[in-house]
C-alpha cells in the first residue's frame, strides 16, 4: 500500500515539471491556438476558452491510467499513476483557475509569501500577450525572484489586473 500511496505523490510531484514543459513547448508552441485567448482579455461569450481543451488533454491519460490499472492484472501500479495525475490536475485547477484567475469566487485571497509569489511569477506570464518571450511556466515551482517583498497593494493590483482577463 505505501508504495502505491508513493507512486501516486511522486507522480503528483513529477507532473509539475509535465505541466511546466507543455505550457512552454506545446502550449507556447504548436498548441498556441488553443492556449493564446488565455493570454488576452476575456472577450469571447461564455465561460470557456479554447485554453479549457488542455483539460481533457491532460485528463485523457489520467483516465486511460485508471482504466488500464483497474482492469489488467499486474497493473495496479498504473492506477497509482492515474491517482497523482488527478490529485495535480485538482491542486492545479484550485490554485490556477479558482485562486490566480478567480474563475469560480471559492476563496480570494490567501496571505503568504508563497501565494503572492505564485500570483507574481504568474502576473509576469501574463504580462505578454504573445507565445514569445514568457517567463515562469510553472506553477508550483516558482523563481525565488518572486519572494521579494513587495508591497500587498502591489499583489492587489497585479490581482485585479489578472482578474480582467475574465471580466
Known sequence: MLLYIGIALGTAAAMEFVAWFAHKYVMHGFLWSWHEDHHKPHTVEGFFEKNDLFFIVFALPSFLCYLVGCVVP???????????????????????????????KWFRQLDSKYSRAILRAHGMHHAVQTKENCESFGLLIVDPKFFKKRSRQKDKELTVENNKIYK
Open 74 to 104: 499486474g497493473y495496479l501500479w498504473l492506477l497509482s499513476v492515474g491517482i497523482g495525475i488527478s490529485i495535480y490536475g485538482m491542486v492545479y485547477f484550485l490554485i490556477h483557475d479558482v485562486y490566480i484567475h478567480q474563475r469560480f
